[in-house]
């Protein structure tokens, strides 16, 4: 099992950038994708980008793609997620998820992290 911690949400103006991160610990060796979901108050959970562990492709929501860039450091099993030109409809608690394949994460079945509250004010 991987455990995963994310940190760096908080509350920042429209128009800001934030830069989560995700560190994972543990089963690491059998981590070969990782991501990011959001869930807003009264809405589902939604994917939000994700990354290859082994060759770095990484893939958007169409709702950030432009503005929000995954990236990952391997040698310290840990995955960003910076955050541009933030409305506050990006307002959510965003999830970490691993696993050990591209569809596992992409669909929520991989390890999840307690999330880190993003809050955008207009």
């Known amino acids: 099992q991987v455990q995963l911690v994310e940190s760096g949400g908080g509350l920042v103006q429209a128009g800001g950038s934030l830069r989560l991160s995700c560190a994972a610990s543990?089963?690491?060796?059998?981590?070969?994708?990782m991501g990011w979901f959001r869930q807003a108050p009264g809405k589902e959970r939604e994917f939000v980008a994700d990354?290859?562990?082994?060759?770095?492709?990484?893939y958007y929501a169409d709702s950030v793609k432009g503005r929000f860039i995954i990236s990952r450091d391997n040698t310290k099993d840990t995955v960003y997620l910076q955050m541009n030109s933030l409305e506050p409809e990006d307002t959510a608690v965003y999830y970490c998820?691993?696993?050990?394949?591209?569809?596992?994460?992409?669909?929520?079945?991989?390890?999840w992290g307690p999330g880190t509250q993003v809050t955008v004010s207009s």
């Open positions: 998820n691993a696993g050990a394949a591209i569809f596992i994460v992409r669909n929520g079945l991989g390890s």
């Open positions: 990354i290859s562990w082994s060759d770095g492709t990484t």
């Open positions: 543990g089963r690491t060796q059998r981590t070969w994708a």
